[in-house]
């Protein structure tokens, strides 16, 4: 009876707090993402007051709130229009594992860690966060902007291309051999492609089956089926992120937009405790050591980050301020780089702290940049064409100073890569805020 009081006391101290913390956040204009990790990290193993009784609850919350989370992505979108992204955006999905994976295996292989901490940390600094990326969209109402699709495409090619690197690296980290691997891999890959199958080809007979009346029957089946597809990918080596996505795109019509109305206050809740559970299971001691190689480490990844999205924007023929939005946006790094680090730990335990410390600091830095990286590189661009416009008259219009640094870190990478013309974006994701201006005079859609 103890017990369940203090479960009780706990968790509702910590409701409460979110609430009040999600409050301020609104009120001063910020994602209330970084103050969630904070108040996770003050309140969790050594912490000021560390909370033991609702542990096993929150991790339990944490998982649900992931999966809800992507549920809720995939319902904004149709098969056909994932397919359109993967089609249209798989060479950025190559540029972005060139420029992010690059610096975590550059930089294991400096700390001396080898071959498997440098492929381990490599994944750490590829994948983005698609739970706090999810999130920040939501927050800042960016779900019908123009380049949402790029994004979603980006992080979908990330969550697929997991089902391919999880399988190998376990097997790297346990020693099995070639047989092993490639079994594991094949397992992976069977249950991507029948998920994706049922999803792309069956998705109306899925609605119709799901279909409800009813509103507490349609909650209970959407989320039980969600749930169960997600643990069956999980136990497959599959993320259990991408089972929940595919389960959103595979509904459609009233039953998605039914199941987005019932989702949504669960959602909000669970992906609250997600972000607290991060900050939970870290001990702030483990971090000051760690915290210099982990934060120039982070500054390099969120830049080649910036660029991955300016470049997957500017090939499907998004404006100036669409591109430096999607760019800020992928920056964040989360539970996927988490998962990782703690497969890899036990092999190379160097490697728990610092990509802790990494994760922190773009976890909190990844809403921060999603919001402002745009509004800084137009304020930057202001003042330099200010500035020429000043040496005399006739001189001509400023070039954009960010823009070439962008096109210098990005394009020699997508010189690898097939460009295909880009298909236009679906009509219903059309610019939806009065900030989408039309694309500006002399601008190429490529």
Known sequence: MHDTTALLVELGAVILGLGLLGRFAGRIGLSPIPLYLLAGLAFGHGGLIPLKASEEFTMVGAEIGVILLLLLLGLEYSASELVTSLKTQYPSGAVDFALNATPGAVAALILGWGPVGAVALAGVTWISSSGVIAKVMTDLGRLGNRETPVVLGVLVMEDLAMAVYLPLLTAMLAGVGLAGGSLALVIALGAVGLVLYLALRHGRLISRAVSSDNPEMLLLVVLGLTVLVAGVAQQLQVSAAVGAFLVGIALSGEVAEGARKLLTPLRDLFAAVFFVFFGLSTNPADIPPVLLPAALLAVVT???????????????????????????????????SIVIAGLAVATEPRIGPIATAYVLILVILGPLTARWTQPVVARIEARRGRGRGGEGA??????????????????????????????????????????????????TRE
Do not use: C, M, N
């Open 302 to 336: 969120a830049l080649t980050k910036i660029a991955t999205g300016w470049y997957a924007a500017r090939r499907a023929g998004i404006g100036s301020r669409g591109r430096w939005r999607a760019g800020g946006t992928l920056v964040a790094r989360g539970e996927f």
């Open 394 to 443: 006739g001189t001509a219009p400023a070039e954009p100073v960010a823009k070439p640094i962008a096109e210098f870190v990005a394009e020699p990478v997508a010189e690898f890569v097939a460009k295909p013309v880009a298909e236009p974006a679906p009509e219903r994701l059309l610019p939806q805020h009065d900030d989408l201006t039309p694309e500006p005079a002399g601008e």
